[in-house]
């Protein structure tokens, strides 16, 4: 070989991030990206429902890595050499602007992914890196003398003097295959960021309700989120569940998505200021039905079959609300008890978590300590964040370092 050659396994955003780093940065060696598929980035292009979701406008690095619910601590270091202000710096030099959404998250101002497919593709392209498509890399050697001996579908080999695997998330335990022969191990597979499936008539009955901002916990363990929760025909959604199932991905795998969950309607009043509301209710309305005069910001018909699910007669006026069904009515609302039964996924979003464990990976290179030369980035790690950007941020944060890291050591010394 006469240029030091990298190879890049995995045509995904954290694979052609690195791999644009890297080229832009050592343009005397020879990158090449491998990519099993037909297309290259096919992830980003349905990404944010076509929009491309690119990152998320928080700007300080620890707070930027609280996001994670796994690789949080890994992710500081790298955040504080590249995170989401320099993200959106890359793409505007590159001619691609950022808006923010009022949540925070980030996204071309064309609203279309393709956007930022083209952006890479022709980035990578000028930068000189070989691009390979239907070319995934079956098995790999390292050779005595530290070359990686790659054999590839179709039946060809390949040298390189540096592999970067960005081969994105380990759905199943194979996809983090040619990690593990190299010696790394695999943190399980389990999904993450997923919906909760209830039986509870009253709840489907609700499908379609939203309220902006609910606290939702599982009774026995730390796991607690507050945010907006969507009632479905299935059960629960919205961010606080989404989020929810993020922290909890393991915990909840482990209780195979049966488990009791305590939502909490009012978060903002305690016992004593909710009860001295229902009082001031009852001494200003004692005519009016105890069903038919909802707290707010609570809507109509969740307020009904809350009062219900505490059993309050339809007719009932708050003249007439005894004590003891005042106190079953405080329960309901701060303490609704209810099981879930299953799990779907967020609009067909697949997001797993587990991955190449990371304490095996030096996160100011990406460059593994156990096989030197070998460098991971993107979901192949066991990391993961909830939604709103935060999973790209990491792809392209690892990717950028690790594409730096290989530039400096293929450079001619
Ligand atoms: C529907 C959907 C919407 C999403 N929306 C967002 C969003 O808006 N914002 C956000 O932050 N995150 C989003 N995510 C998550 C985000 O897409 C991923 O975190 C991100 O794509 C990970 O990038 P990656 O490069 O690590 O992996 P990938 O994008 O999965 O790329 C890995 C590539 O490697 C290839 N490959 C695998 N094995 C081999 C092999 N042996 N040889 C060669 N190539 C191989 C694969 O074919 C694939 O193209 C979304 C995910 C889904 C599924």
Not at 38 to 52: E, H, W
Not at 233 to 253: D, K, N, T, V
Not at 384 to 399: E, H, M
């Amino acid at each position: 070989m006469s240029s030091r050659r990298v190879v890049v396994a995995g045509g995904g955003a954290a694979g052609f991030f690195a791999a644009i780093t890297c080229a832009q940065a050592a343009p005397d060696v020879e990158v090449t990206v491998l990519e099993k598929g037909p297309q290259f980035l096919s992830k980003v292009r349905i990404s944010g429902g076509g929009r491309c979701n690119v990152t998320h406008a928080c700007f300080q690095a620890r707070e930027f890595a609280a996001h994670y619910p796994r690789g949080e601590q890994a992710l500081i270091g790298p955040f504080n050499s590249f995170q989401a202000r320099d993200t959106v710096k890359w793409f505007e030099s590159r001619g691609v602007e950022l808006k923010t959404e009022k949540d925070g998250r980030m996204f071309p101002t064309t609203d279309s992914s393709q956007t930022i497919i083209g952006c890479l593709l022709g980035e990578a392209k000028a930068a000189g890196a070989k691009l390979i498509l239907n070319r995934g890399i079956e098995s790999v050697t390292k050779r005595p003398e530290g070359l990686f001996e790659l054999r590839l579908s179709g039946g060809e080999t390949l040298d390189c003097d540096r592999l970067l695997l960005a081969t994105g998330g380990c759905r199943v335990p194979a996809l983090g295959q040619l990690g593990v022969s190299l010696g790394h191990t695999l943190e399980p597979p389990v999904p993450s960021l997923f919906t909760f499936h209830l039986e509870t008539p009253w709840v489907r009955d609700l499908a379609g309700v939203s309220v902006e901002a609910v606290e939702v916990s599982v009774p026995g363990t730390g796991l607690r989120e507050r945010g907006a929760l969507l009632l479905t025909h299935w059960g629960l959604s919205g961010p606080a569940i989404l989020r929810l199932s993020a922290w909890g991905a393991r915990e909840l795998h482990g209780c195979n998505y049966r488990f009791p969950l305590r939502l909490n309607w009012l978060p903002h009043l305690g016992t004593e200021a909710l009860a001295a509301k229902l009082q001031s209710r009852r001494e200003a309305q004692p005519g009016r039905l105890v069903v038919n005069t909802p707290i707010a910001p609570l809507t109509a018909r969740l307020w009904e079959r809350l009062a219900r699910a505490a059993g309050i007669p339809g007719d009932l006026r708050w003249a007439a609300l005894s004590r003891a069904r005042q106190h079953r009515l405080v329960q309901q609302l701060l303490r609704t008890d209810l099981q879930v039964t299953g799990k779907s996924l967020n609009k067909d979003e697949f997001v797993t978590c587990g991955g190449v464990r990371l304490s095996e990976v030096d996160f100011r290179t990406m460059e593994s300590r156990i096989c030197p030369g070998l460098h991971f980035a993107g979901e192949l790690l066991d990391i993961d964040g909830v939604t709103g950007g935060f999973n790209f941020q990491a792809a392209w944060t690892t990717g950028w370092l690790a594409g730096q890291a290989l530039a400096r050591e293929c450079r001619p010394r």
